[in-house]
């Protein structure tokens, strides 16, 4: 398994946006990580144009060196409220690189807001665990995201990964049918279950907000909710089923 994340770890850095962070993040001393989908997606043997990235400071400065170094587009995703940044190439179809600034927030705690465990692997590209040979000393994988990807597994983070932002329930069908031969957690399940009411009233997916008719004054404007247009609008997830979770030995075999 140590060989096979070697390779993989080679193979993401050989790729320009990775590269040109690596380079971008050591100029300025701060670390640089690879996370999710396109840890996952690899490790899974399928295509990813998407990168996602995590930087302990400078965010913005390596952002807009990138979109220089790249000829890229860069976009402002978080506004004043966190510092995100997604870096488009020229040719969309190319590669897509969403940067996040941790800041002084630990890497460990990034990734514990993400929402499965499968997204919350990294791979470090610069500091100490990763030689001037590009090798690295291992995944980071706090949850578990390795065993439950090769099991083909969806489990939450956490038992808050829904709560904080109700919209992500959304993401549990749609991986899914995107990921072959995926199940969900019994537990993640129960999970998704208790947020989905949540999901179907969020302002940023089925309300609107509309003209009040009566009592406030004309200018104030209150929530109203749409009915449900799709399927997506209101969440319809599977009951738990019972089955048995693999876990991978100290081996990196399957254990009984």
């Known amino acids: 398994m140590a060989t096979r994340l070697a390779r993989l770890s080679r193979l993401l850095r050989h790729q320009r946006p990775v590269a040109a962070l ?14 999710g989908g396109v840890i996952r997606d690899r490790l899974l043997g399928l295509p990813s144009r998407d990168h996602d990235a995590v930087v302990g400071g400078a965010g913005r400065e390596i952002g807009a060196e990138l979109a220089a170094t790249l000829d890229a587009h860069l976009v402002l995703l978080g506004g004043k409220a966190f510092a995100a940044y997604r870096l488009v190439a020229r040719d969309p179809e190319d590669w897509v690189l969403d940067l996040w600034d941790r800041e ?5 705690d990034d990734l514990a807001r993400r929402d499965f465990t499968i997204n919350a692997m990294a791979l470090p590209l610069t500091g100490p665990a990763v030689s001037s040979q590009g090798e690295h000393s291992g995944l980071i994988d706090p949850f578990g995201g390795l065993g439950d990807t090769a099991h083909r597994l969806l489990r939450a983070t956490t038992p808050a990964s829904f709560t904080g932002d109700p919209l992500r329930v959304l993401r549990l069908p749609r991986l899914l049918a995107q990921l072959p031969r995926f199940q969900a957690a019994p537990d993640t399940l129960v999970l998704a279950r208790r947020a989905a009411p949540a999901a179907r009233c969020s302002p940023s997916s089925t309300c609107r907000s509309a003209p009040a008719r009566s009592g406030p004054p004309p200018r104030a404007r ?34 009984t």
């Open 22 to 35: 690596a380079a971008a993040a050591a100029a300025r001393e701060v670390d640089a990580h690879l996370v």
């Open 104 to 108: 002084d927030m630990p890497l460990a």
């Open 222 to 255: 209150r929530w109203t909710c749409r009915p449900p247009a799709s399927p997506c609008s209101s969440p319809r997830l599977p009951r738990p089923t019972a089955h048995r979770c693999l876990r991978w030995s100290a081996s990196g075999t399957p254990a």
